[in-house]
Nanobody, 125 residues
Framework: HVQLVESGGGSVQAGGSLRLSCAAS????????MAWFRQPPGKEREGVAV????????FYDDSVKGRFTISQDNAKASLFLTMDNLKVEDTAVYYC????????WGLGVSSDYNYWGQGTQVTVS
């Protein structure tokens, strides 16, 4: 049974930082390609960052490149998203995703991923 649990969301002023965590459990093979998505109010869910855990390759949406960093711990038990220089437009519910059914290149779309966390709210004002 695969389970993803996010934490670390909250409210922050523009220019501030937050670090999101995603605790993963279950079949580890599903964690070779992990991602963070977000869903702003009234908008579709969109990819933010992807990590290919086998070789550490990463991919970011242009809107967060240089500000956000996706990473994992050595045991691959947790995925992180470090968000610096936050902007008002980063306000969204952030989701951890795993179990990608397509190759781990680019962000993909939400339907490419089989497993999702419950989401954590990030509000930037």
């Amino acid at each position: 049974h695969v389970q993803l649990v996010e934490s670390g969301g909250g409210s922050v002023q523009a220019g501030g930082s937050l670090r999101l965590s995603c605790a993963a459990s279950g079949n580890t093979y599903t964690y070779n390609c992990m991602a963070w998505f977000r869903q702003p109010p009234g908008k579709e869910r969109e990819g933010v960052a992807v990590l290919y855990t086998v070789d550490g390759s990463t991919f970011y949406d242009d809107s967060v490149k240089g500000r956000f960093t996706i990473s994992q711990d050595n045991a691959k038990a947790s995925l992180f998203l470090t968000m610096d220089n936050l902007k008002v437009e980063d306000t969204a519910v952030y989701y951890c995703a795993a179990g990608r059914t397509t190759g781990c290149w680019g962000l993909g779309v939400s339907s490419d991923y089989n497993y999702w966390g419950q989401g954590t709210q990030v509000t930037v004002s």
